[in-house]
């Protein structure tokens, strides 16, 4: 079964430095969605892509994080500077049609911790 | 403002119970519903969704209920299995005439404690 692939699976970092997640959708999935869960909440949306396209990212904090999905398949978030209330669970989600209500399929998370 | 809440923070069933699940939502426009199951260290699994012109959906041992005056939706879990527990989230999306938005909002979630 076709599976939302995620790395790295966990990830430590200092407050200030630069981390990035990787995300390989489904093939075929034209949209993906990047959400942010923090302990005892559900997902946040924070970024949502058609194709290479940003449908959404009002959510995003645009003067730490930033995502790109170049050629329209994998895609990456990127936070710089990292910041103590950044630690949370990161969530990719891809999806095959915009249109029509359709199934988010999820991978398994990064969880980061800033210290 | 929460949109969609789960306001009970956990549920425990005995095995071969009903587990009964709920969610509320304030936004109008939501028009789409889902229920997610979490276990820990993956991310959420879709399980049922239903749509606003629907009241009731069934696939197995899950049915979800939706009552539009109310604005609230229930997850009915039958009979209770102890590998149902996990952290159940129940989402909404605006599906306008069925162009999704695809921004799907998430309730905080209910953990669901089957024991054996």
């Known amino acids: 079964e076709a599976e939302v692939a995620q790395s790295p699976r966990y990830k430590i970092t200092e407050k200030s430095q630069a981390v990035a997640f990787w995300c390989d959708p489904i093939s075929g999935h034209a949209t993906l969605y990047w959400y942010r869960q923090i302990l005892g909440q559900g997902p946040e949306l924070l970024v949502q892509f058609q194709d290479e396209s940003v449908v959404d990212d009002s959510q995003l904090p645009k003067d730490r994080f930033s995502a790109e999905r170049l050629k329209g398949v994998d895609s990456t978030l990127k936070i710089q500077p990292a910041e103590l209330g950044d630690s949370a669970m990161y969530l990719c989600?891809?999806?095959?049609?915009?249109?029509?209500?359709?199934?988010?399929?999820f991978g398994p998370g990064t969880r980061l911790t800033v210290l | 403002d929460q949109q969609v809440k789960q306001n009970s923070p956990s549920l425990s069933v005995q095995e071969g119970r009903i587990s009964i699940l709920n969610c509320d939502y304030t936004?109008?426009?939501?028009?789409?519903f889902l229920w997610y199951k979490k276990y820990p260290a993956e991310g959420p699994t879709f399980l049922i969704s239903i749509s606003s012109i629907k009241d009731k959906n069934e696939d197995g041992r899950f049915t979800v209920f939706l009552n539009k005056s109310a604005k609230h939706l229930s997850l009915h879990i039958v009979p209770s299995q102890p590998g149902d527990s996990a952290v159940y989230f129940c989402?909404?999306?605006?599906?306008?005439?069925?162009?999704?938005?695809?921004?799907?909002?998430f309730g905080q979630g209910t953990i669901l404690t089957v024991h054996p």
């Open positions: 936004n109008s426009m939501f028009d789409y």
């Open positions: 989402a909404a999306d605006v599906n306008a005439g069925g162009t999704s938005y695809g921004k799907l909002t």
């Open positions: 989600a891809s999806s095959l049609l915009l249109e029509g209500a359709d199934t988010q399929y």
